[in-house]
């Protein structure tokens, strides 16, 4: 097994290429970038014009796994994976070996005289790899070469053992925050489901009792309840289809030519019938043909506009639209409560919901999500702004080319 001690007898140069091997494993956050640093480290002490990492795939069998040609040999071969018998035979018999050849031609071209050192690579006591300096031409390994050579395979072998324990740590964190969202996941969607259900359930059994006769206006008033809390249920229930299809990339759009004035003020009709007592202006300077999928991009301003009503009550909501040369600008502007800065950067995430939302709020943290995923899947961006009291602005970018917009004038609009 290679000494991971200093090796003695160190010049100055060697001993301080020694301890900036140590720092960049140290600091390594990625095994590639760790090895080019290091490679640039030892060119300055040990001769080599290549060295190539093998790491087992299965059983004994070795795999290159990075490569670099830095000397000789860069032009003529600069792809090849050099030395792989002299890292299968080092890594078997778990010691050093040296393979050194000269092939027919060795005095007019270097490349055929080749010196092969390969090192096997440990994490404790298990072998992990093997590690090959190439060199050609000469000079032959000196046994203090060999020493330095395997002080370094040492210090890449901590290198790989550090990245397995930063993986693993990663995974057990994501698999810790897979496994909280999906809690809250499923407590906040029970919740969701269980309210309307609730209702329709209680008004149902309501108006089947056989023991009281309610009058047309009452029944009315139960069935008009049970006949929202339905379109509740359907619209939840869309939600999670709509966000497991994003996250599985298998909602298609469907994009067509759509006059984004028109778009705009037949989502606000929509809302406005939908949200009593909602006021939405629309300031449009733009009458741009737009090419999008317009039932998605309709969602999109639905969610916008139902959380105005719910997170901005009583507020109007200003619509704004302007085009430039490459894309269109959409502003959906309330004077509500807005929200606190250290909630802004998550809202667009799946499930997220700022704490502490009134309690009379119902939501999953679905809408914003599905809203990013859509306009993102259009080539655009939505952005927020939000100030506490000051109200909250979604600013959504579409791209538009005014090239396009000649071309496609003479052909026919497609209707909402
Ligand atoms: P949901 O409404 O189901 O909670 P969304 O993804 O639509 O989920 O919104 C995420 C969060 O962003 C909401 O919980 C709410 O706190 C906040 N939010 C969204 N729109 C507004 C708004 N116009 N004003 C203030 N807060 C908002």
């Known amino acids: 097994?290679?000494?991971?001690?200093?090796?003695?007898?160190?010049?100055?140069?060697?001993?301080?290429?020694?301890?900036?091997?140590?720092?960049?494993?140290?600091?390594?956050?990625?095994?590639?970038?760790?090895?080019?640093?290091?490679?640039?480290?030892?060119?300055?002490v040990l001769i080599f014009d290549n060295m190539t990492m093998f790491i087992p795939r299965e059983g004994d069998l070795l795999e290159p796994t990075y490569a670099r040609v830095i000397g000789r040999g860069r032009s003529a071969e600069a792809d090849l994976v050099w030395g792989e018998s002299t890292a299968h035979e080092?890594?078997?018999?778990?010691?050093?070996?040296?393979?050194?050849?000269?092939?027919?031609?060795?005095?007019?071209?270097?490349?055929?005289?080749?010196?092969?050192?390969?090192?096997?690579?440990?994490?404790?006591?298990?072998?992990?790899?093997?590690?090959?300096?190439?060199?050609f031409g000469g000079p032959p390994y000196t046994p203090d070469h060999i020493h330095l050579a395997e002080f370094i395979a040492a210090h890449i072998a901590q290198l790989l053992e550090h990245q397995k324990l930063v993986d693993r740590i990663a995974t057990l964190e994501a698999e810790r925050r897979l496994q909280r969202l999906q809690d809250n996941f499923i407590a906040t969607v029970s919740h969701e489901l269980n309210t309307p259900l609730g209702f329709i359930k209680g008004y149902a059994t309501t108006l089947l009792r056989e023991d009281i006769t309610w009058d047309e206006a009452t029944r009315r008033e139960f069935l008009t309840i049970i006949d929202e809390e339905s379109d509740r249920l359907r619209e939840l229930i869309?939600?999670?289809?709509?966000?497991?299809?994003?996250?599985?990339?298998?909602?298609?759009?469907?994009?067509?030519?759509v006059r984004l004035n028109r778009l705009l003020r037949e989502i606000t009709l929509r809302a406005t019938t939908r949200h009593h007592g909602l006021s939405v202006v629309i300031n449009s300077e733009s009458d741009a043909l737009i090419r999008v999928d317009p039932v998605r991009?309709?969602?999109?301003?639905?969610?916008?506009?139902?959380?105005?009503?719910?997170?901005?009550?009583?507020?109007?909501?200003?619509?704004?639209?302007?085009?430039?040369?490459?894309?269109?600008h959409i502003r959906l502007q309330d004077q509500?409560?807005?929200?606190?800065?250290?909630?802004?950067?998550?809202?667009?995430?799946?499930?997220?919901?700022?704490?502490?939302?009134?309690?009379?709020?119902?939501?999953?943290g679905?809408?914003?999500?599905?809203?990013?995923?859509?306009?993102?899947?259009?080539?655009?961006?939505?952005?927020?702004e939000s100030e506490p009291g000051q109200g909250t602005t979604?600013?959504?970018?579409l791209p538009y080319s005014q090239e396009d917009q000649q071309n496609r004038s003479a052909t026919q609009e497609i209707n909402l």
């Open 90 to 135: 080092a890594f078997i018999t778990q010691s050093t070996y040296i393979h050194h050849e000269k092939l027919a031609g060795w005095e007019k071209d270097r490349l055929c005289w080749r010196d092969f050192l390969g090192i096997p690579l440990y994490s404790k006591e298990e072998r992990i790899g093997a590690l090959v300096f190439g060199r």
């Open 1 to 44: 097994m290679a000494e991971d001690t200093i090796p003695i007898g160190l010049q100055p140069k060697e001993l301080e290429a020694v301890y900036a091997i140590s720092r960049a494993v140290a600091r390594s956050v990625n095994v590639e970038e760790a090895l080019n640093e290091i490679i640039q480290i030892i060119r300055g």
């Open 297 to 328: 991009l309709a969602q999109v301003f639905d969610n916008l506009l139902s959380n105005a009503v719910k997170y901005a009550p009583g507020s109007p909501v200003l619509l704004y639209a302007e085009t430039d040369a490459d894309k269109v």
């Open 366 to 384: 679905l809408g914003l999500y599905i809203c990013y995923e859509i306009i993102s899947a259009h080539g655009g961006e939505i952005t927020v």
């Open 394 to 397: 979604f600013h959504i970018y």
């Open 238 to 257: 869309d939600n999670l289809l709509d966000s497991s299809r994003l996250q599985a990339g298998t909602m298609r759009m469907q994009p067509q030519p």
């Open 336 to 364: 509500g409560p807005g929200i606190a800065p250290e909630y802004v950067s998550h809202i667009f995430e799946r499930f997220y919901r700022v704490p502490n939302t009134s309690p009379n709020t119902h939501g999953t």
